[in-house]
């Protein structure tokens, strides 16, 4: 996986996937973690961004998914567990293909749980999301494609 430490520090080239379905969005985090993310993971060394999150989610939740278009690009800098972070992140729209319901389920990282739940995009602005420009850019509904860069975010004072 990519993800260099470096001086103290940590890089990570992330993909993440932007389900949407029935006005809700799927979010994951781990059980000790105050705060929704987009599912996804780091990518392999010479592992195509797309094929990434293909099996990423193979991986952490057993579903098929069609990786759709690239949506955003995040540069983005915080403190996590103490440790400063530099990801660069890749957005991609995606569809589960085998979706049989949208049930809270329970995931897998590696020898950890992952939570998995499908948000009401309309109650987005009251859930603690990272990075922080998903908020809005969920409300929006829009899934339009940009560029974001975001300085030292502090999660350990959440």
């Known amino acids: 996986m990519i993800s260099l430490a470096i001086d103290g520090a940590l890089f990570n080239y992330r993909v993440a996937g932007?389900?949407?379905?029935?006005?809700?969005?799927?979010?994951?985090?781990?059980?000790?973690?105050?705060?929704?993310?987009?599912?996804?993971?780091?990518?392999?060394?010479?592992?195509?961004?797309?094929?990434?999150?293909?099996?990423?989610?193979?991986?952490?939740?057993?579903?098929?998914?069609?990786?759709?278009e690239l949506l955003w690009i995040s540069e983005n800098f915080f403190i996590y567990n103490g440790t400063k972070h530099h990801e660069l992140g890749f957005y991609y729209k995606m569809a589960?293909?085998?979706?049989?319901?949208?049930?809270?389920?329970?995931?897998?990282?590696?020898?950890?749980?992952?939570?998995?739940?499908?948000?009401?995009?309309?109650?987005?602005?009251?859930?603690?999301?990272?990075?922080e420009f998903l908020a809005e850019e969920l409300s929006q509904n829009s899934l339009r494609v940009k560029q974001f860069t975001s300085d030292f975010q502090n999660l350990d004072r959440l």
Request: proline residues 5%; aromatic residues 10%.
């Open 18 to 68: 932007v389900a949407v379905l029935e006005g809700k969005v799927l979010l994951h985090k781990t059980p000790s973690d105050n705060f929704w993310s987009l599912p996804g993971g780091r990518a392999s060394l010479f592992e195509f961004s797309k094929d990434t999150l293909v099996r990423e989610m193979m991986e952490e939740t057993s579903m098929h998914i069609e990786v759709q």
């Open 96 to 131: 589960i293909t085998d979706l049989k319901d949208q049930q809270d389920f329970i995931g897998v990282e590696g020898d950890s749980e992952l939570l998995f739940k499908w948000h009401p995009i309309a109650d987005i602005a009251s859930i603690r999301i990272y990075p």
